[in-house]
């Protein structure tokens, strides 16, 4: 029979303070996902007040990338619905 053995490791009392002060901070934020641009893959989920470059890496692709958080930000619902209700083909890649 196999002995399962569970390493406990213990957090510092300022490890542990800053992880609730971290998530006291972001309980009005909200999560967002980036999306691979070439295969729509799941890359990366992040909160709504990052900005910046990020090397992004895509397993389904196997590419590493650079993204501009600014570019890949979600739709607005007006924008969203305009695309969905239109007459107009969406470009497919």
Do not use: W
């Amino acid at each position: 029979m196999r002995h399962i053995t569970v390493d406990v490791r213990k957090l510092s009392a300022e490890a542990s303070r800053k992880l609730t002060a971290s998530q006291k901070e972001t309980v009005t934020l909200t999560l967002r996902e980036i999306r691979c641009p070439y295969c729509d893959f799941l890359v990366e989920k992040v909160f709504s007040d990052v900005a910046g470059h990020k090397m992004v890496y895509c397993r389904k692709c196997k590419v590493e990338y650079p993204m501009n958080l600014g570019y890949f930000r979600r739709m607005k619902n007006r924008q969203a619905a305009r695309l969905l209700f239109s007459k107009k083909t969406r470009q497919k890649r």
